[in-house]
């Protein structure tokens, strides 16, 4: 079995005196590509949050690499291999788009590399290529995602967490962003996919998880969720 290179345990998350996360447990093994679904207000932001060290925990640990990363800060961790698309993308509005690939390179120093690495970016995200000198903040929603996935790609991630990355978008935009994490996901990266369109989200992965309330009441392969009647009751409107 492939190794296990994010572990959540017993996490907890508590915002003022409401617990948003209440407990969960769930991995994510090298080379695979993990779904957490769940309606608006489940806790799957707060719970990327946590993982990435932009808010505290209240319980329970989080290990990236058999070592606990509880109390790290997200600069440490993408120096790690663990680098975040934030919901909402949050793209340097006044850099360029090179500009803001750049900053995604800020922790490495191998300029002939990080060179190859903004050309393989501009390859998946040709539209990116074409504006290459335009201000991020000019930028469509649907091409802001694209940037803020390319920024985050040139930190040449171990795992890839990616929040939301389908909000908002128009129906040929979400189309392209899918298509994007399915071939990321096939150049080895390993992924975690926090997603509200349920159905897209469990067609990609490997394995899915379902977060109702602050907890995990649902766990399996992605394609036994895809089918199970209680998901897409619940999740895919039938």
Request: no cysteine.
């Amino acid at each position: 079995m492939a190794q296990t290179l994010l572990k959540v345990t017993g996490l907890k998350v508590a915002y003022g005196g409401i617990q948003a996360v209440k407990g969960v447990d769930f991995e994510v093994r090298e080379g695979e590509l993990v779904s957490l679904i769940g309606s608006n207000g489940a806790g799957k932001t707060t719970t990327m949050k946590a993982i990435t060290g932009t808010l505290p925990l209240a319980g329970g640990d989080i290990e990236y690499l058999g070592k606990s990363i509880r109390g790290k800060g997200a600069w440490d961790l993408v120096k790690q291999g663990l680098a975040m698309v934030p919901e909402g993308r949050g793209v340097f509005t006044r850099m360029t788009i090179t500009e803001n690939l750049q900053m995604g390179a800020h922790i490495r120093n191998d300029k002939p590399e990080i060179a190859a690495d903004m050309d393989k970016v501009f390859g998946i995200f040709p539209r990116l290529k074409e504006r290459a000198g335009q201000l991020a903040g000019t930028l469509s929603g649907g091409e802001q995602q694209m940037l803020a996935m390319g920024r985050a790609l040139m930190s040449r991630p171990k795992v890839l967490l990616l929040d939301e990355p389908s909000m908002g978008l128009s129906p040929i935009m979400v189309d392209k962003i899918f298509e994007v994490v399915r071939e990321v996901y096939a150049q080895g990266v390993t992924v975690l996919l926090v997603e509200q369109n349920a159905s897209r989200a469990l067609d990609i992965a490997d394995r899915g998880y379902v977060m109702e309330s602050g907890l995990i009441t649902m766990s399996g392969p992605a394609k036994e969720m895809l089918s199970d009647p209680k998901v897409r009751a619940a999740y895919l409107g039938e």
